[in-house]
């Protein structure tokens, strides 16, 4: 098995240094995909934003005007092919005194 990880950080320096490294999150992938016993070559993108992109993109995709922590796109969709999204983790959010405005 190949895993290809594009990871792509969108966030403020201060904030992404907290974040694992691409080795740390390759090493998760493939441990996952050794599990599922998968065998074939892996291209995914990793992108990991800031509340306000993810609660665009949530609302573009989802029609759901909040942000989400995961989104995902399968490879059925051309423009986002095997592409997820992580938002920052809203403990991260918390700990630094803001608040999150997710819609009820």
Do not use: C
Request: avoid cysteine.
């Amino acid at each position: 098995m190949t895993l290809a990880l594009e990871l792509q950080i969108e966030l403020p320096e201060s904030e992404s240094i907290m974040l694992p490294t691409q080795a740390d999150f390759e090493h998760w992938i493939s441990t996952a995909l050794d599990k599922a016993n998968h065998q074939d070559e892996v291209a995914l993108t990793l992108r990991i934003v800031e509340e306000a992109e993810g609660r665009e993109l949530n609302a573009r995709w989802r029609g759901k005007d909040y942000a989400t922590n995961v989104l995902s796109f399968p490879l059925e969709m051309p423009e986002h092919a095997g592409h997820s999204l992580y938002r920052r983790p809203s403990n991260l959010r918390r700990s630094s005194g803001t608040r999150s405005d997710r819609a009820k």
